[in-house]
């Protein structure tokens, strides 16, 4: 690993009266190897300047080195950021109260630390870049003020979340991906005040949900695809004041259930599709916990395509819901050698479930097709049964 930072076109635009530039040049500066202690006068210069931008480059960081943003208007640009190793306790490019834009820039990360940090009240976007493999979590943000964009960008095989948005910060997200959290989430919301928007967002193979809300965040996602869960869930909202809604988003071929949504949190979904799911559809448990579904398709799902429990609400307006392909026959009893017939297969669960006292679901008669049940058919009204184990989501 080249113990010096290279950097190609650095440019000025601005600077203060100890910044050795002219305050009206124009042209970059031509291409430079500097060691560390021409990086510490950098860095010092990147922190005081009005402007800042640093063009088409690679940043080779050595062990003790991070780029940390602390000034205004900084732009990097064109730039691959990579480093071997490097403390835990900062990211490997950090924004603290200054504002950044990145654009087209590839990070990095092998190390068991955050790629992309931003905090202290700063303001960061990232444009057409790419989080390319991360030791910890690909882009944090936290704290009240903290606002990050991320539009056309890639996140991808990180160890901890792709995004985490926490503490009170906003993000904002459009057609992006959020791809294979090997130990968590994909996009994490958490904390009361913290709020995500997105839009045309792939969250693909998390290892934990796809999308995780919890402790009062708040997340409004469009037009957005949730899909292969390893072990959990597309989406999963947690907790008291914790807010989701979708619309049209789909959410497909995860371990569990397409959404879970627990201890008290409130799930919006419209015109969704929630299919082919390791266990749910939909499950809501806990008291206060409430789901809404409007213009749903729920088809094909391991379980229930809506199962509520622990006394949780849901709502299903103009669903559909459906079991097995119209093309999968039903089992047949087993036949055996003399020509008896053996014992005949259970029937197949029912397509909305509620169990638990308190538990309910209503709504305006959601067409059921298929493998419809006489549960099924019942949801217009109210459906209360015993108290059963919590099952899983």
């Not at 995004?163 to 904390?191: D, I």
């Amino acid at each position: 690993m080249n113990a010096s930072l290279q950097v190609l076109g650095l440019a000025l635009g601005r600077s203060w009266d100890d910044v050795p530039l002219q305050e009206d040049a124009k042209e970059p500066l031509k291409a430079a190897s500097l060691g560390p202690h021409e990086l510490a006068d950098l860095l010092r210069v990147l922190n005081k300047a009005v402007v800042v931008t640093l063009v088409n480059g690679h940043l080779h960081l050595r062990p003790d080195q991070a780029l940390q943003v602390t000034g205004r208007n900084v732009l990097l640009s064109d730039l691959t950021i990579e480093a071997a190793r490097a403390r835990v306790d900062i990211g490997l490019v950090s924004v603290l109260g200054g504002t950044a834009r990145l654009t087209r820039c590839r990070l990095v990360n092998p190390c068991p630390h955050v790629a992309l940090l931003v905090g202290g009240g700063a303001r960061a976007e990232l444009w057409h870049s790419e989080v390319a493999g991360s030791g910890g979590a690909g882009v944090l943000a936290l704290g009240p003020g903290v606002v990050v964009a991320v539009h056309h960008c890639r996140v991808a095989d990180t160890a901890g979340t792709c995004v985490h948005v926490g503490g009170g910060a906003s993000a904002v997200l459009s057609s992006s991906e959020l791809l294979r959290s090997g130990l968590f989430c994909g996009l994490v919301a958490q904390g009361p005040g913290s709020r995500v928007e997105a839009q045309r967002l792939v969250v693909d193979g998390a290892t934990e949900s796809n999308v995780f809300v919890e402790q009062g965040a708040g997340v409004l996602l469009q037009d957005s695809r949730l899909t292969h869960s390893v072990e959990r869930q597309g989406l999963q909202a947690r907790g008291r004041g914790s807010v989701a809604e979708l619309q049209r988003c789909v959410l497909s071929g995860n371990g569990q259930s397409g959404a879970y949504v627990l201890s008290g949190a409130a799930v919006k979904l419209q015109g969704c599709t929630l299919q082919g799911n390791g266990i749910s559809g939909l499950m809501a448990g806990g008291s206060g916990s409430r789901a809404q579904l409007a213009g749903c398709q729920l088809a094909a799902n391991a379980g229930a395509g809506v199962h509520v429990v622990g006394g949780a609400e849901a709502e299903l307006d103009g669903c559909e819901v459906t079991g097995a392909p119209a093309d999968q026959p039903a089992p047949a009893p087993a036949i055996s050698a003399d020509g008896a017939a053996g014992e005949v297969p259970p029937p197949p669960p029912p397509l909305i479930r509620a169990q638990g006292e308190g538990s309910r679901v209503v709504g305006a008669s959601p067409p059921c097709v298929q493998t419809c049940t006489p549960l099924c058919k019942l949801a217009s009204r109210p459906l209360s049964f015993a108290r059963t184990p919590y099952p899983r989501g």
